[in-house]
């Protein structure tokens, strides 16, 4: 009689073959294909940047993506938090600043450098990554529009503890001003043009504290 192989070093092959593939280091820089994600995403946004472009420009293959960030959507959240993260962030700006209006006014020249870089795509990701999408992006959308009410929602509060009146208008104010530079940035505006922008954006300022 025939003795039949036992399965269990069937198994164990198979194990160890599964160890072996899934110990093995990726064969791509993870923080550099972020990165590059993160500038197709700012350049073109969620929707009009496929997967196709996404592999190619990252060099990895659609299952190495999967592996490394899960699916498109998760990809663009760490692009977004890339993005947001640094030294310098729209709420350290604004708690550093001597007032609310210096507050402003960093936001707005931070912005005018942010939105030219010699390196990265013009305007902001913020503003244009999900500005017009259909409904199964309408939660990256969501997303990016609360990122922004948070900044402005920081600001307002800054304003308010300065005792300046109309808080809410004064930071919607700003926060507009923001996106309208980042249109003109994405339609060829220089640095020097925002700034200038940004100068004239605060000339209304209150000066003083009085309501």
Known sequence: METAQPAPETTSVSTRE?????????????????????????????????????????????????????????????????????????????ATAPSARAAAAALLQAAAVGFTGADTPPGCLLATGAISCSTAAADVQGELAAIRRAVEAT??????????????ALAAHVMAVIQGMSTLARDGASQGRLLAVAEVALAGWPDSQST
């Open 18 to 94: 599964t160890a072996r593939r899934t110990g093995r280091p990726r064969a791509f820089d993870r923080e550099a294909a972020l990165h590059t994600a993160m500038l197709l995403f700012w350049r073109h946004g969620y929707e009009a940047t496929s997967l196709a472009d996404l592999t190619a420009a990252m060099g990895i293959s659609p299952p190495s993506l999967y592996a490394a960030f899960g699916d498109k959507k998760a990809l663009f959240r760490a692009a977004v938090e890339r993005y947001l993260a640094g030294p310098v962030t729209s709420a350290s700006l604004i």
């Open 155 to 168: 600001l307002r509060d800054r304003i308010v503890a300065d005792g300046l009146p109309q808080a809410d």
